[in-house]
């Protein structure tokens, strides 16, 4: 199953993308999480990897990435075979750490380089060209707001899980990511994050309580572990709302 985690700058996508991987790991899954986040360079901070490399790096750079890709993921005849599986991507470009594989597309690094949007293509071909397994589960944080869905990314997915912080701004742009899932055609959830007693009713008022999968409080050692750039720590009990969610899901 592959799952995009999208929202707001800041509502937490990166730090429940990590901790929804770790659980999944914890329940038997091989995962594969894709940073497609151009800009953000927080993702593997948290996961405790300091010198990751990209996927553009391996191709040589944003020239004909996709191409490239296509080429070295796909085998002998990519041109007929334009499909792969988690264990096709070659080792050298992905990182690894606590049995999960980290794949990030491409950051932007330099002034002046250019557009992003050959690493949105490279994205979306790569999302929808993979097959996953019964025993695979990828998850995709994506840059803050709702770029991707100009690009198409969320095409090659099978739901979207937005992320709601207690911020008004990001309320009305969950109303934006399900009118845009629902015109993919792509099932979408919400995960309430931050949340503390004095928010809650006003949260909940807003986004449709049907699809809201968890609600994960503000804690402390999550926002300590982002501010001094290690690896996360917390353990958070809803974190098994959200796997239950995904296998009953996977299995409907
Ligand atoms: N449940 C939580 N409790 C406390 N702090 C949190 C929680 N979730 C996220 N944060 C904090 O919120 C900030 C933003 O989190 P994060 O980087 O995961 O958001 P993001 O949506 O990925 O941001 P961006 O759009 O910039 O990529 C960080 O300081 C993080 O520690
Ligand atoms: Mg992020």
Not at 11 to 30: C, D, E, F, P, W
Not at 63 to 69: D, P, R, T
Not at 136 to 143: A, F, N
Not at 226 to 238: D, F, H, Y
Request: aromatic share 6%; proline share 3%.
């Amino acid at each position: 199953m592959k799952i995009l985690i999208c929202g707001k700058g800041g509502s937490g996508k990166s730090t429940l993308s990590v901790l929804i991987a770790t659980a999944l790991k914890n329940r038997g899954y091989k995962v594969l999480l894709v940073d497609a986040d151009e800009s953000n360079v927080g993702l593997h901070h948290l996961l405790g990897i300091s010198s990751p490399v990209t996927l553009m790096d391996t191709l040589g750079g944003k020239k004909g990435a996709k191409n490239k890709m296509v080429k070295r993921f796909s085998g002998e005849s990519p041109f007929v075979n334009e499909k792969w599986t988690i264990k096709d991507i070659p080792d050298d470009c992905l990182n690894r750490m606590d049995g999960m594989k980290l794949l990030i597309i491409g950051k932007i690094r330099h002034f002046g380089e250019g557009c992003a949007c050959s690493m949105g293509v490279t994205a979306k071909t790569f999302l929808s060209n993979l097959t996953v397994g019964e025993d695979e589960m990828v998850l995709v944080d994506t840059e803050a707001g709702i770029e991707h869905f100009g690009r198409r990314v969320e095409e090659g997915c099978d739901m979207i899980l937005g992320i709601t912080d207690p911020v008004y701004e990001s309320f009305m742009l969950a109303e934006k990511i399900e009118e845009m899932a629902q015109k993919a055609g792509t099932p979408v959830r919400f995960v309430l994050n931050k949340v503390e007693e004095a928010v809650e009713t006003v949260m909940t008022r807003h986004i449709d309580p049907e699809k809201v999968i968890a609600k994960i409080p503000r804690d402390n050692s999550i926002f300590m572990d982002s501010l001094e750039g290690r690896k996360l720590g917390a353990q958070i009990l809803e974190m098994d709302h959200i796997c239950q969610f995904v296998e009953d899901f996977k299995h409907q």
